[in-house]
């Protein structure tokens, strides 16, 4: 074995340890799951939109024209519009190509693009990419001089402390895995165009940003990170670049030739080379939720990814020793967190974590990698504790979201103190409520329904329902008995015509629960719908309607929620009301209040 052998093994030994223990979560977790075929659920939301494309272009045909998918598909005057960008899809054509080879040779497997062997190589490529990220972070650091201990500490850091192990394992259908693998061939080229100034990494570089910018175009602020990766050597490695105009030149062709993938399949499916997608979606540029991002119980990335904190701390501890890799981080932190937290929905839907940080770890973890390769002996040990503690706390949330004690989407303070440290079996399922934000409204939303009642008497919204006095009414003599025999209660109803069409929607409903025992109304749901004239259900969301379970008999309990709701169209109605499913629930409801916001028009 030679030198060289023998100084790369203990990182390959931790990356292949990783990746094994990645595969064995994917395989057990994702593919086969609680039902045995849990791979049905690896595209879904956001990764609809992604295999859409290859589903349009390889199994279809009908890019441009396709069937109504409320995930996705945009309709326009020319045609149909996939809202999202087609980076990821790009990326994951190899390996739907491949899946579908063996689908289409399966007697038993489907043809439509939906086999277990599509879905399921989608989440072995995930993997592949998930590799070659972090095997490209590995070699970016040793150009870079770290030693061997550092990069094992940071590899096992990203590849277990992180959310990058629920991209990669559980929702391998979402874009997260492939920016991580994109953005860290990018800084390696970079950085490789330093040392040599090689023309190849040059053109490298462009490549691989227009691929980047392809994936998720906001990601094209990664150049920030240069001076991260150059330190010092910046001003030399600007200047090198410089001369090299026609590297320059080839590069931006590379750009715009990757990022022009995009253009050809706006002008396929509505014959326009440029489109919005994300219509009735933006940034609020103006309101940006920076502390709520950071350190909220809902996504904050420092609470759910604690590690990340780490980060920050070695970037300031850079502007005493390093001031380019200092200040260049810190802005490379601020603009990108600018950024994320101005999006209209700034936690990103539900999920565990912060996920949008993901595309941005090898930039992020590279100068605690750099301060720990400059630090003490007994500062490095004392690291790796830290580290490993905030790994077992990460890898523990990790565990109690996919077993549904974490609340997959409206986590607040409460539910966060009541699920932390929780892992028996009795605890799975338990939180509940819905509290998501408004949608997109850049000049605002206006209140145009309030409703309350006390059940006192007859209101213009809220209706029906088993209303009658009884000794613990909260604010007046008549409260809404839910038990064994009264499966729906007072409803609130917005009829067709008493809302504008085709402006965006929301609900804030509060109202008191009061329970005899703890836990009487554990299986009530709430539910917002809108119906159609002839009754049926154009959109539906049911939610379990406790925040947290009953801590105490005899108590009542305020439910606040937040709801958005798809604009109206002809003759539809607006429905909230809670269901006693199955009539197992027996509770009081007193003091219900509706607010109905309509977006402005913009």
């Known amino acids: ?71 996705y598909v945009q309709h326009t005057p020319t045609g149909t519009l996939n809202k999202y960008f087609s980076g990821t899809a790009v990326m994951m054509a190899p390996w739907f190509v491949l899946g579908r080879s063996i689908a289409l040779i399966s007697d038993d497997a489907p043809k439509d693009g939906t086999s277990g062997w599509e879905y399921m190589m989608i989440g072995f ?38 959310t990058l192990i629920q991209y990669a394992t559980l929702q391998p259908g979402w874009s997260h895995v492939y920016s991580f693998c994109a953005v860290s061939a990018f800084l390696l080229a970079a ?8 023309k190849r990494w040059v053109l490298t570089s462009g490549a691989l940003l227009g691929l980047i910018m392809l994936i998720r175009p906001v990601n094209g602020l990664i150049p920030l990170a240069l001076p991260m990766v150059w330190g010092k050597h910046s ?15 080839g590069a931006i062709v590379l750009v715009l030739a990757v990022g022009g993938i995009q253009l050809f399949l706006w002008h396929a499916q509505t014959g326009n080379w440029i489109e919005q997608g994300y219509r009735g979606e933006g940034f609020h540029w103006d309101r940006p939720q920076v502390l709520q991002v950071l350190f909220g119980f809902r996504r904050g990335l420092f609470l759910w990814t604690p590690l990340l904190l780490l980060c920050l701390l070695a970037v300031i501890n850079q502007l005493r020793n390093d001031a380019w890799r200092g200040w260049s981080g810190l802005i490379y932190w601020a603009v990108n967190t600018y950024v994320i ?31 720990l390769n400059k630090s003490a002996l007994r500062t490095v040990r004392s690291a790796t504790v830290i580290i490993g503690c905030l790994v077992a706390l990460h890898l523990f949330q990790f565990w109690q979201f996919h077993v549904r004690i974490v609340h997959h989407e409206s986590m607040d303070r409460n539910k966060y103190a009541w699920a932390f440290g929780k892992c028996d079996e009795a605890y799975r399922d338990r939180l509940g409520g819905n509290y998501q934000a408004p949608w997109f409204n850049p000049n605002g939303k206006e209140l145009l329904i309030r409703a309350y009642t006390d059940l006192e008497g007859p209101d213009r919204y809220w209706k029906g329902g088993r209303v009658k006095a009884h000794q613990q009414a909260l604010s007046s003599s008549s409260v809404c008995v839910y038990d064994t025999i009264t499966e729906f209660g007072t409803a609130f109803i917005a009829p067709a015509g008493s809302v504008p069409l085709g402006r965006s929607l929301y609900l804030e409903v509060s109202l ?17 719908e809108v119906v159609r004239p002839d009754g049926s259900k154009s959109y539906y969301e049911p939610f ?13 309990k305020q439910q606040v929620y937040g709801i958005p709701l798809p604009g109206l169209k002809e003759g539809e109605e607006v429905r909230f009301y809670l269901w006693n499913q199955h009539l197992r629930s027996r509770c009081l409801i007193d003091d219900l209040s509706m607010k109905l916001w309509v977006t402005r028009p913009f």
């Open 544 to 556: 379990r309607m406790n925040l947290i379970p009953g801590e105490r008999d005899g108590e009542w």
């Open 235 to 249: 001003p030399h490695a600007l200047r090198s670049l410089w001369r090299n105009k026609a590297a320059i030149l």
């Open 1 to 71: 074995m030679t030198t060289l052998d023998h100084v790369r093994k203990p990182g390959t030994i931790a990356i292949a340890a990783i990746m094994v223990l990645h595969t064995i979560i994917a395989v057990a977790w994702c593919w086969k799951g609680e039902s045995g075929h849990d791979w049905e659920g690896i595209i879904r939301s956001d990764a609809k939109g992604y295999y859409g494309y290859l589903q349009a272009l390889f199994v279809r045909g009908d890019l441009g024209n396709e069937p109504d998918a409320w995930e």
């Open 191 to 198: 950085q490789r165009f330093s040392r040599s100034g090689s």
């Open 512 to 528: 008191f629960r009061y329970e005899e025992r703890a836990g009487d109304s554990f299986h009530m749901l709430g539910v917002a």
């Open 125 to 162: 490529g995930a993997l592949v990419y998930e590799l070659l990220g972090l095997l490209a972070f590995r070699s970016l650091l040793r150009e870079l001089g770290v030693r061997e201990r550092i990069i094992i500490l940071m590899v096992l850091a990203i590849g277990l402390g992180t």
């Open 341 to 371: 937290s101005s999006w209209w929905i700034w936690y990103y839907g539900s999920g565990f974590g912060s996920r949008v940080y993901i595309d941005h770890y090898p930039a992020l973890f590279l100068p605690l990698a750099l301060v």
